[in-house]
């Protein structure tokens, strides 16, 4: 499981080994891309942690890391610790070190291969911080995740689960082509998407999304919230325009077949490369996007 980009569920983040449609390492730029657009709400999350922890938090663990932009983020914040990238994909664990090497932090950033559940067999040890995105929504059983997160903190350790927040927006509510809120109903595409891919999950289990309850059950107390909001404006760089031709793509790839005839003709207007509709050239494209990080600590 990988904090990685999906279209699924309208935001970041997230997968676990029942996606076993998506290949990861070919999704490696856009993986990297969204990262690096979301860099200043990485940041932002990685300065409340380390209020909640203080600055020489030993070791943290970035569960889901992908290419490594938060395990590097992490290195940064807590300068006097080692930062894991924990992920199954030996490719994105390259990546990860890679990027570590490239900002001057390899000496403090190592990599695993693990994956959840399957991180309590002894092998990682403990942390001082536990982080997961939006990956915990991918495992069936999303308490016996979060249990499992909670139990490879060191005394007085935090657990951070970035499972809450906004669907993304970027488009006017009426784009001058095809019927006035298409995001609206793209986002509702999207929840059923994700409703029908947890009840495929392996073990899928229904549970109430009280993300602090559930940290409770874990055992956990100090249990809170905040939330981080990356805001680019427009006009967008090319490079934001990119991660959103991208990101609609795979939702065109994915979803398309339950839009409405006209959505997915004005769908395909916003992917092409030449239109001037297109979300390449839209001077009225935007990124605005919330997300909430849930947080508790292990007794001491």
């Known amino acids: 499981m990988s904090s990685h980009t999906t279209t699924g569920h309208g935001h970041g983040h997230g997968h676990g080994h029942g996606d076993t449609d998506i290949d990861w390492e070919a999704m490696a730029t856009n993986l990297e891309s969204h990262g690096e657009l979301h860099l200043p709400a990485l940041r932002s999350t990685a300065a409340r942690l380390r209020e909640l922890l203080g600055p020489s938090a030993r070791r943290s663990f970035d569960v889901g890391s992908g290419p490594g932009m938060m395990t590097c983020v992490f290195a940064e914040a807590f300068p006097?610790?080692?930062a894991v990238a924990i992920d199954p994909t030996l490719g994105l664990l390259d990546r990860a070190l890679a990027r570590a090497e490239r900002l001057g932090l390899n000496d403090r950033v190592t990599v695993r291969q693990a994956e959840l559940p399957g991180l309590d067999d002894g092998t990682l040890g403990q942390a001082d911080l536990v982080w997961s995105s939006k990956a915990v929504h991918h495992l069936g059983d999303q308490q016996a995740a979060v249990t499992e997160l909670a139990?490879?903190?060191?005394?007085?350790?935090?657990?951070?689960?970035?499972?809450?927040?906004?669907?993304?927006?970027?488009?006017?509510?009426?784009?001058?082509?095809?019927?006035?809120?298409?995001?609206a109903r793209l986002d509702a595409v999207q929840e059923d998407w994700f409703g029908s891919m947890r009840d495929e999950l392996p073990g899928s289990t229904k549970v109430v999304?009280?993300?602090?309850a559930m940290l409770t059950r874990a055992g956990l107390t100090d249990v809170g919230s905040f939330t981080t909001l990356l805001d680019l404006p427009a006009p967008l760089t090319a490079a934001a325009r990119a991660y959103l031709h991208a990101t609609l793509t795979r939702l065109h790839d994915t979803m398309s077949e339950s839009l409405a005839d006209d959505d997915r003709h004005t769908l395909g207007v916003l992917l092409?490369?030449?239109?001037?509709?297109?979300?390449?050239?839209?001077?009225?494209?935007?990124?605005l996007t919330a997300t909430t990080v849930f947080t508790g600590r292990k007794s001491r």
Do not use: K, T
């Not at 092409?272 to 990124?287: K, V």
């Open 80 to 82: 006097d610790g080692e």
């Open 151 to 183: 139990s490879v903190l060191r005394p007085a350790g935090v657990l951070a689960i970035a499972e809450g927040g906004l669907p993304m927006r970027y488009l006017p509510r009426d784009i001058g082509i095809g019927r006035p809120g298409l995001q």
């Open 209 to 212: 999304e009280d993300w602090p």
């Open 272 to 287: 092409d490369p030449n239109a001037p509709e297109g979300i390449l050239h839209r001077p009225d494209a935007f990124l």
